[in-house]
């Protein structure tokens, strides 16, 4: 949320088809920031956190965040949580969302016909059918420690990738089991099938530490490249 | 993008490799050091110890509401060269690097220029803007880059340098050739991957 997503297309179209296969993936980018961004005082988690909407009585794609969200912080036991800490009340699901929110815009393309694009947003991307001559594409993961340099990349003709870590220098995630930051890795990148679920396993396991290497491993389909 | 031809993005990669150019860098004060050799494949882990200094450096330079323009650098600056910015002035641009080793398809630099579009930075919330131009041959080969960014956001007196990626020639060259996209950048690396992107559109 609060980022631009960019989209690649491999197919051979024209303008006309590529520029109506973005704006309806831009449309529902739009139509779920409205849903759920926490700067705007409208949005339906504003008004959860406002009092003003019961999380019960919220939109059907609001309640399977949330829901979701719920299964993740039990599964993570509290490593992921979209609460600052435990007794928390106010809620931010923003960083379940932001991967969410882009894999489902991203059913766009296919649905306009598109069978070789990627869709990227913040650094995390869904991609779709490799290049039309074949190829994987490749994705390269930042070296955090000097972002000129790659620490590898990844082949995906069709999947996601994500990685989390600190976006912002300075800035840390958080643990919400102890309100400190988390420091074991710089960065974790998630590759697997979903980019939602990319996005939250890298967020889980890079609050978990050395533990979530081994805990990500019950998620078939999904691999990890922590850097220290 | 709608292309029969590959990605821009794609483009730009191999040209700079080629032209051996790097980007323009202005270091971010609390930039790590390099440590150990970077991880092999997924599932593997690398060596290198954790550098704890990621945060609450204390060199922290003041806020500067005004544009800083960072020049293009070769690609022989080293990562772990601190640029003058780690100062509490204002990064002063840094000096415009001799012509790479491998020679353009053609030697006018500068003929074509174009700007991408202004590009907030966010993470959270917005605390600036890049823009960069690009500098391509009359061929439409890139060959430079340099980057303007501004800060607006008051509270966040440690934003004023940013750390731009450097695309350093081995980098570019043995990783970077073939690449589609990269993960794990900063917000403000991405920021100028989108302007830079928005140039090179222009092209």
New interface residues.
């Given amino acids: 949320m609060g980022t631009t997503a960019s989209i690649h297309v491999d197919d051979d179209v024209s303008r006309e088809s590529f520029d109506a296969a973005a704006d309806a993936v831009h449309s529902e980018l739009d139509r779920l920031e409205a849903m759920f961004s926490v700067f705007r005082p409208d949005s339906e988690i504003s008004r959860i956190n406002a009092g003003s909407l019961h999380h019960l009585d919220a939109s059907p794609e609001v309640v399977d965040v949330l829901d979701a969200c719920a299964w993740l912080e039990q599964v993570s036991d509290g490593a992921f949580s979209i609460r600052r800490s435990r007794n928390a009340t106010e809620i931010n699901p923003s960083g379940f969302v932001k991967g969410w929110a882009a894999e489902r815009a991203s059913h766009a393309l296919a649905e306009h016909g598109l069978n070789h694009w990627y869709l990227g947003t913040g650094g995390d991307y869904v991609l779709h059918g490799g290049m039309a001559s074949g190829e994987p594409w490749r994705i390269g993961i930042i070296d955090p420690r000097d972002p000129s340099m790659l620490v590898g990349s990844v082949d995906v003709k069709s999947g996601a990738v994500a990685t989390s870590g600190t976006a912002e220098r300075g800035s840390h995630l958080w643990d919400p089991r102890t309100g400190e930051p988390a420091t074991a890795f710089l960065s974790v990148t998630v590759t697997g099938p979903s980019l939602t679920w990319c996005d939250a396993y890298a967020t889980a396991v890079f609050v978990m530490g050395e533990p979530g290497l081994k805990w990500i491993g019950r998620f078939p389909g999904y691999s990890v490249l922590p850097v220290r | ?4 031809e590959p ?1 821009l ?1 794609r483009r730009l990669y191999p040209a700079l490799a080629l032209t051996g150019v ?1 980007l323009g ?1 202005v270091n ?1 004060l ?6 150990g050799a ?9 060596g ?5 200094a ?4 204390a060199s922290v330079a003041t806020t500067v509401p005004t544009p800083n323009s960072v020049a293009a650098q070769s690609q022989g600056t080293t ?1 772990a060269t601190q640029a003058p910015a780690a100062t509490a002035a204002p990064a002063p641009p840094a000096t415009q690097a001799p012509a790479a080793t491998a020679a353009p398809a053609s030697n006018d630099c500068g003929a074509v220029t174009k700007t991408g579009s202004s590009t907030e930075i ?5 605390y600036g803007v890049v823009q960069v131009t690009v500098k391509a041959t009359s061929a439409g080969q890139v060959c430079g880059a340099t980057a303007q960014y501004q800060t607006y956001d008051s509270k966040s007196a ?2 004023e340098d940013y ?1 731009v ?4 020639k081995q ?1 570019a060259s043995a ?2 050739a ?13 920021a100028y991957q ?1 302007s830079l ?1 928005s140039a090179i559109d222009q092209l």
Avoid: K
């Fill in positions: 993008m709608s292309n029969r990605s993005l790097g860098l971010a609390d930039r790590p050091a390099p440590t970077a991880a092999a494949g997924m599932l593997d882990t690398t290198a110890t954790q550098n704890s990621a945060g609450g450096d990562p966010t993470w959270r919330r917005s440690r934003y750390a990626p450097i695309l350093n980098v990783q970077g073939n690449i589609q996209g990269v993960s794990g950048a900063t917000a403000v690396s991405q989108q992107q």
